[in-house]
DNA sequence: GTTAGCACTCAATTGTTTCGAGTGCTAATT
DNA sequence: AATTAGCACTCGAAACAATTGAGTGCTAAC
């Protein structure tokens, strides 16, 4: 357990190197108005909280440094959150006081708000659509091969994907099959699809069509293949300006991570509710070891529905990446809460 | 005019300079097959030409590198197309001869193999689709300020928008507007879109709606908003292991340009027919200045249809990149025609 | 016209010195 | 017993000099 003087000196090495970048040196400890004791005693200090593992040095007589322990003491024990300029809460709040056709755009906008406001990089994962219902579904046929499947919730996602009708599925069928999904589906709830199909369409489908497993595997490849990840990122080239980014190789790999949404997609995905934060080598991803992500969920009612999160430096400022992401997961979950409720 | 001499000369540094990214001196120069006169000829060549404004020093006793008017010259005058390997050029085809079910999926991959090709970064602006016919419109309201208008081709295009609807139609106009749209638009090509409402559906709207005006305003939002651009990029990240972008500051520069379409599409959208060509300042973004753009068109019969581009240094390969493109350009126009005359 | 020869240039590398911010330890002070 | 002053020591960073070598330009010989 560490002593309040401890907790004082781990505290203020840790806000001036996320500040400065600098390893912090006794001396300019000592001259902080919060340090009543003499450069020798916080040598002292800093020598014990080495040696506990939470600072480090660069080299035998450079400055401290935390270490990736260090962070996490602090972020656990030390750490106050930060009280957000208004202008912040504005900037943030407005993003949801457009009028919103599209929940992607709100998304984007968000991405973008966070990225500007932190400076670190802003990675959403789009809300499953749980409590969405089917507005309209539309298989159109493109030709005897192919046809595309159109899905279109009450809150205005869009989602199409082409797919290969089965062979030797004859044309009317395929009229059949096409006019029954068009026409039962609409309405039915995401969540309920499967369901639903089990219990109302499989029965027509039967009932209609010639053959009927050729017909129900058309409607399986139009609703159910791949599952679309819908991630929006903004402020990508944010990090290149940490002074820990310089090394080129560094950026190269980071950055071909965060071009590829499979592997970045499922680590948001997999959040647990609530905040988290991964300090360096607790990142799954190896290629984010130096950095740090924090991610929060948003929800609707009980269900957690997305994931917002923000990748900086381990050097990052915590406290008001973890106040803003607190605010906006918050505001989101309440647009969410109204916007579902009030048609 | 250049001797024979001096041509060869200009040649072999390009060439050498090329390959790797260090000035060419003449003693290097002269132990070429291709070259049977002494470092001191080659010396008295270089200068002239360095006088001529084709070669350039770093500094005073180094070697020589290209100017930009030295690639320029190479491009126009020295150049020979490489002949691409078999392996290269079956890679091409590939990316043609998957079932193409939706040309985005053509695009994207053809973009993502250029760009493993090259090691260069690949533009691609998606067809402008002349050609195409709507095969499908359809207008989805959501609530009663905002509706979805969702357009498919026959080539598996499919784009959405969201949009308002005007105030103060009523029910019934928006009804009837969104049924006369659905009905009549459909099998139209997207070019005579313009024409066949002038002539055909206006009428309609005129006849069967109370507020011809409101009516007719919804139907230019929900079809004439916002140009939709379509993009496709690969290997952003392939111009980070070139030498010449060691320095952060430049990387993000480039890559803020990159992130944005509005910056680029339109400078791809421009292109004349044909392959062209953009040397460090010949390019119209700043940020380019030491990047070299290759773009060429693709096409439709007669009409040139979309773009695609090579974003790498001015040290570029240039004969592989035109190479590739020609050949990328050649099967992509083929295999439009094929494609669009099939059916 | 070509090339050998030579003095010259300059970036890059290596080694040396200096500087200063910082440490750890010991002894004096509170 | 805790704190602090004092001091020797460490080490990176910066400044500087010396060395090396790849390259040039020029002149004179071939």
Redesign the interface.
């Known amino acids: 357990m560490l002593t309040n003087r401890q907790l004082l000196v781990l505290k203020v090495i840790v806000d001036d190197f996320i500040e400065t970048a600098q390893p912090v040196g006794s001396r300019n400890i000592a001259k902080k108005e919060s340090i009543s004791f003499s450069p020798a005693t916080i040598r002292n200090e800093m020598a014990d909280l080495e040696d506990l593992g939470y600072l480090e040095k660069t080299h035998s007589s450079s400055g401290r440094i935390p270490s990736e322990k260090g962070y996490r003491y602090y972020v656990d024990h030390i750490m106050s959150p930060l009280k957000l300029s208004k202008q912040e809460i504005n900037q943030i709040q407005q993003s949801f006081s457009d ?1 919103m ?2 929940l992607e755009r709100v998304m984007q906008n968000s991405a973008h708000i966070l990225s500007e406001l932190t400076r670190y990089t802003t990675l959403v994962l789009g809300p499953q659509v749980y409590e969405t219902k089917l ?2 579904l ?1 298989i ?1 046929p ?2 005897n ?2 046809a ?1 499947a ?1 899905l ?1 919730t ?3 996602h ?1 989602e ?1 994907r ?3 009708i089965p062979e030797e599925l004859d044309q009317s069928d395929l009229e059949k099959t096409v006019n029954i999904l068009n026409e039962k589906l609409s309405g039915v709830p995401i969540v309920y699809l499967d369901r639903f199909i089990e219990t109302e369409v499989k029965y027509l489908l039967k009932k209609y069509t010639n053959d009927f497993h050729k017909s129900y595997q058309l409607l399986n490849q139009a609703l159910f293949t791949e599952q679309p990840t819908n991630l929006y990122v903004s402020g ?2 944010n990090i ?2 940490q002074p820990e ?2 090394d ?1 190789d560094k ?2 790999s980071l ?2 991570i965060m ?1 590829s949404e499979e592997q970045i997609a499922p680590v948001l995905k997999s959040e647990d509710e609530g905040l988290h934060i991964y300090i360096g080598q607790e990142n799954k991803i190896e290629e984010m070891s130096n950095c740090t992500l924090i991610t929060t969920t948003y929800s609707l009612g009980d269900n957690q529905v997305g994931t917002i999160a923000l990748l900086g430096p381990t050097r990052m400022d915590y406290a008001k990446a973890v106040s803003i992401l607190d605010l906006w997961s918050g505001q989101m979950s309440q647009t969410l809460q109204k916007w579902f409720t009030e ?1």
Chains 1, 2 share one sequence.
Request: positive net charge; proline residues 0%.
């Open positions: 009028r056709i599209e507005k309209q539309q159109v493109l030709n091969q192919s595309i159109i279109i009450d809150k205005g869009v199409h082409s797919f290969a990508k080239t290149l300006s980014f310089a080129v950026i190269r950055f071909d071009e048609q």
